[in-house]
DNA sequence: TACCTTACAGAACGATTATTCAATAATCAA
DNA sequence: TTGATTATTGAATAATCGTTCTGTAAGGTA
């Protein structure tokens, strides 16, 4: 937490607020993708001038990067929470993280399935730099989650003959897919039994 | 297969070879995306002057719908052989069609990933009909999956208790999360892995 | 009060976008 | 050879792209 009464920068004060124009960016950079979406959407949507959001993030692509922080504080946070709950046995983490996933990338209120996996896929040899900012995200991701694997491993809680980075990355992969499903308009309920499928035969220590 | 022979129309012959040119343009597509790819880049790579791909496509929407075709009478029928093989029990069609997407996905002289899963998937509201015309296709790639399965279930198969539509969309889904995976550069083993993982779930008839 | 600093609003910037026009060229049927 | 039809080329179209400039407003500090 950063000091409530923190000194006043000089200046005239910031009268938009940044958190809040940050989430409209995102349900926009998360529906149309990056490339898509024009500054005059975002100063539409946020109701920010364009030379004010320039001032506040430099261009497009820093704009872009803080959406990205914003969307990890926010959902990411949520749909890993029982990956970094210690109270949870493996199996239920990895159970709750899916399920998670199943109700979070169909939820009505926002863009179907998830931003990290849908709004910088495919782009323009310009944009290469934007596309990397969330592999990188992807990456980091799927390595946390390799992580809480392989400490369920070292606790016994897995077969011994299963390879945690190999089952990381296939969760992994379930959850992305998801992610592609849930776009074309997979219900909660059609996730759910796919999870529950990714999650059959874990393989539990005998 | 149309005639060979065929009267030829009336008019200055075209000189550009079109599934040439659509080759070209499916690589471009897929790389980078329908909105990344402009026109300029088309006629570039193709070698085809603008007004020439306008008369032949209408538009780049038509274009677009054009690389389609192409990509799915070459690459899509490929992947999917298995799907369609007679002489293949149930498991074997899907083991085939899995190590068929780890392959591919992962060639080394095209695009990482499966077009169809990255070309746009998320996009501007102007060219909301190209999303749809991937979504159809993604959903009756998924449709064909699942009538593949059923036929397998009908004939003794699949376990009992389980529901082939649920199990399509697992493996489909799985599919899907493999593209991600081969564009964030999973290697061919690794997406070999991930698909013996999802095998391992299978509900064979006991 | 007078500075200094930062943020605002709106117009303007050159570059790029998808698309089309006008003129010419190459084939067919007569 | 003449006319009809279609393709090609290269320039030109209007609109939109991300970005910046200009002038003014709103706060601190002296």
């Known amino acids: 937490m950063t000091e409530t009464k923190a000194r006043r920068r000089a200046g005239r004060p910031r009268v938009f607020d940044t958190d809040a124009a940050l989430d409209k960016a995102v349900r926009l950079f998360w529906q149309r993708g990056y490339e898509a979406t024009s500054m005059a959407d975002l ?3 946020t109701g920010v001038a364009a030379a004010s959001l320039y001032a506040a993030f430099d261009n497009k692509a820093g704009l872009f990067a803080a959406v990205i922080e914003r969307y990890a504080a926010t ?9 970094n709950d210690p109270a949870l046995s493996t199996y239920e983490a990895v ?5 998670r996933a199943a109700s979070s990338f169909s939820e009505p209120g926002t863009p179907a399935g998830c ?14 730099a934007i596309e990397c900012l969330l592999r990188d995200k992807r990456i980091a991701a799927e390595a946390l989650l390799i992580e809480r694997l392989q400490r369920g491993a070292a606790q016994g809680e897995l077969a011994a003959n299963t390879d945690p980075a190999v089952l990381g990355k296939f969760i992994n992969t379930v959850m992305e897919g998801m992610s592609v499903q849930a776009r074309d308009g997979a219900t909660i309920n059609e996730l759910l039994s796919i999870a529950k499928m990714a999650l059959d035969r874990w393989p539990a220590a005998i």
């Open 115 to 128: 931003f990290m996996y849908s709004a910088a896929v495919a782009v323009s040899p310009a944009s290469a």
């Open 43 to 45: 100063v539409a949507e």
């Open 75 to 83: 959902f990411s946070v949520h749909l890993y929470a029982p990956i």
């Open 95 to 99: 159970k709750g993280l899916l399920e």
